[in-house]
């Protein structure tokens, strides 16, 4: 990472590493760092739209049930659509076979005390620090790792963009918050 890391920054990838710990997994996802910026009051107001805690529930829904149909985003759930393969079948084909939550990839609970990032949470990372050097800025925020999280597509960019939560809203809050 080319810029420095801000105690905002910080304090958000801390707060996830303590969630990630907490439920006794091994890697930092990226539901720990969604977490741990709908807590941090600098990234909260680029998450407004999100409301209540009823609608932050219903974005972990969105993305629980995406992952019990196997991590597809919504662009891939469609493609498989036009392809005439119902989603919904394959999944309960796979689960009456395997089990319930079969085609699930959450991490499974730690079997070493090291914790390190998930794949998709180290991509947000490299996404905000991409944002970061794009918009000159001297050091990555929290506001970066919400610009990550919006502009890196998976799962709970989808479930942010379908509430009107993208790269662009962010911005123009950042921006409206520097003024």
């Keep these: 990472m080319a810029g420095k890391i801000t105690s905002s920054a910080a304090g958000v990838i801390?707060?996830?590493?303590?969630r990630a710990r907490a439920e006794g997994t091994s890697q930092i996802g990226?539901?720990?760092?969604?977490?741990?910026?709908?807590g941090n009051p600098?990234?909260?107001?680029l998450l407004g739209p999100l409301g209540g805690p009823g609608e932050?529930?219903?974005?972990?829904?969105e993305v629980r049930e995406a992952?019990?149909?196997?991590?597809?985003?919504?662009?891939?759930?469609?493609?498989?659509a036009v392809l005439g393969i119902d989603l919904d079948e394959v999944v309960d084909s796979v689960e009456q076979r395997l089990g319930e939550n079969a085609l699930d990839s959450t991490p499974s609970p730690a079997r070493r005390r090291r914790v390190s990032l998930?794949?998709?949470?180290?991509?947000?990372?490299?996404?905000?620090?991409?944002?970061?050097a794009a918009r000159r800025d001297r050091g990555l925020t929290a506001p970066h790792l919400?610009?990550?999280?919006?502009?890196?597509?998976?799962?709970f960019?989808?479930?942010?963009?379908a509430r009107g939560i993208t790269a662009a809203t962010v911005r123009q809050a950042i921006s409206a918050a520097a003024r």
Excluded at 14 to 18: E, G, I, Q, T
Excluded at 56 to 61: Q, R, T, Y
């Design 30 to 38: 990226e539901e720990h760092l969604f977490a741990a910026l709908l």
């Design 157 to 161: 960019a989808d479930a942010l963009s």
């Design 67 to 80: 992952r019990r149909r196997g991590g597809l985003t919504a662009g891939e759930q469609e493609a498989l």
């Design 56 to 61: 932050a529930e219903a974005v972990w829904s």
């Design 42 to 45: 600098e990234s909260r107001p």
């Design 14 to 18: 801390a707060d996830a590493l303590r």
């Design 118 to 132: 998930s794949a998709g949470a180290r991509a947000v990372v490299d996404e905000a620090e991409r944002q970061r």
């Design 146 to 155: 919400v610009l990550g999280m919006v502009t890196q597509p998976g799962l």
